[in-house]
């Protein structure tokens, strides 16, 4: 079992930064895949950046130079940083854990909310 927390969301003007937090707490070793996904109300659910076990990262073409991914492998966090930010942006950020190798599993955190305006 992992617990998904998410944390650093909140209300930031346009061309403003945030950094969110992803906490797993449980056993995550081994090959894994960790992404950052938003929701906007009434939207779909969008992939928007991916960090892998090897270090591999990927982000989707809207925030591609503006988020950065990174983790903290001695606290099991996973970071999203986010500079430049639009009100397209503004969505529900939720992180998922997805366990490959040598267990397998899928764990979603509550999310947490990114409002951008003036």
């Known amino acids: 079992q992992v617990d998904v927390v998410e944390s650093g969301g909140g209300l930031v003007q346009p061309g403003g930064s945030l950094r969110l937090s992803c906490a797993a707490f449980?056993?995550?070793?081994?090959?894994?895949?960790i992404t950052w996904h938003r929701q906007a109300a009434g939207q779909q659910r969008d992939l928007v950046a991916t960090?892998?076990?090897?270090?591999?990262?990927n982000y989707a073409d809207s925030v591609k130079g503006r988020f950065t991914i990174s983790r903290d492998n001695a606290q099991n966090t996973v970071y999203l940083q986010m500079n430049s930010l639009k009100p397209e942006d503004t969505a529900a950020y939720y992180c998922?854990?997805?366990?490959?190798?040598?267990?397998?599993?899928?764990?979603w955190g509550q999310g947490t909310q990114v409002t951008v305006s003036s």
């Open positions: 998922n854990v997805r366990l490959i190798f040598p267990r397998n599993g899928d764990y």
């Open positions: 449980g056993s995550v070793f081994g090959t894994y895949v």
């Open positions: 960090i892998t076990s090897g270090g591999a990262t």
